[in-house]
């Protein structure tokens, strides 16, 4: 449910100091959309430090350079998550006095929308296994699938390589869906939309 994901989202980036409340659904029926308006954007920049500590900046388009990588939560065994952009957007919303929200009248959210990769934890990988980290997309029936992030959780773009020799599947992603972004080059140079994924990917270091 897009929207109710959203509003979810919406109410954890507005009261980020309070990390304990449950909501219910009269919280979620008090937050409207000014205007009944999502504001869809072509390209979001990252600025992010390099290694040898300058300054550098990745331009992040769903269709041409979606992947990116963000910090993992503290008690994952790998310090990054990787997520393909599937939509960068913003929106106003406002938020009506309830029993425990006070009334907000304006308030800009910034977001993407990310469908999310998962490691192969069959796979050895790492320095240690001196080979790259190897991942698959979330099925999209799993709940996990895809989230929503602010652009200023993005550390960088990534570089992530389709293993070829697995081949391709629909497993993961109907060929239909709106999530379908991502515009493959194709062997005449033109780009067209994926319809399908690669089993695998790798992680470029």
């Given at each position: 449910?897009?929207?109710?994901?959203?509003?979810?989202?919406?109410?954890?980036?507005?009261?980020?100091?309070?990390?304990?409340?449950?909501l219910?659904?009269?919280?979620?029926?008090?937050?409207?959309?000014?205007?009944?308006?999502?504001?869809?954007?072509?390209?979001?920049?990252?600025?992010?430090?390099?290694?040898?500590l300058?300054?550098?900046?990745?331009?992040?388009?769903?269709?041409?350079?979606?992947?990116?990588?963000?910090?993992?939560?503290?008690?994952?065994i790998?310090?990054?998550?990787?997520?393909?952009?599937?939509?960068?957007?913003?929106?106003?919303?406002?938020?009506?006095?309830?029993?425990?929200?006070?009334?907000?009248?304006?308030?800009?959210?910034?977001?993407?929308?990310?469908?999310?990769?998962?490691?192969?934890?069959?796979?050895?990988?790492?320095?240690?296994?001196?080979?790259?980290?190897?991942?698959?997309?979330?099925?999209?029936?799993?709940?996990?699938?895809?989230?929503?992030?602010?652009?200023?959780?993005?550390?960088?773009?990534?570089?992530?390589?389709?293993?070829?020799?697995?081949?391709?599947?629909?497993?993961?992603?109907?060929?239909?869906?709106?999530a379908?972004?991502?515009?493959?080059?194709m062997?005449?140079?033109?780009?067209?939309?994926?319809?399908?994924?690669?089993?695998?990917?790798?992680?470029?270091?």
């Amino acid at each position: 449910d897009f929207e109710r994901d959203l509003k979810i989202y919406i109410f954890e980036t507005m009261f980020q100091s309070n990390e304990n409340f449950q909501l219910v659904e009269q919280d979620l029926d008090a937050l409207d959309f000014e205007n009944d308006r999502i504001y869809r954007h072509k390209v979001v920049r990252i600025n992010y430090t390099t290694y040898d500590l300058r300054r550098n900046q990745d331009s992040i388009n769903p269709r041409t350079h979606p992947d990116v990588m963000v910090l993992s939560p503290p008690d994952s065994i790998h310090p990054f998550t990787y997520g393909r952009v599937i939509g960068i957007f913003h929106c106003n919303v406002q938020l009506k006095k309830t029993a425990r929200f006070k009334a907000i009248r304006h308030h800009r959210v910034d977001f993407l929308w990310v469908r999310w990769y998962q490691y192969d934890l069959n796979y050895p990988s790492g320095w240690q296994a001196k080979r790259l980290h190897r991942l698959s997309f979330v099925d999209s029936k799993d709940p996990s699938a895809f989230g929503f992030i602010h652009p200023m959780d993005v550390l960088r773009g990534v570089h992530i390589i389709p293993a070829f020799h697995f081949g391709r599947t629909q497993r993961y992603l109907s060929s239909t869906s709106i999530a379908r972004q991502y515009e493959a080059i194709m062997p005449s140079g033109s780009r067209k939309t994926e319809t399908n994924d690669w089993k695998f990917y790798y992680v470029n270091m």
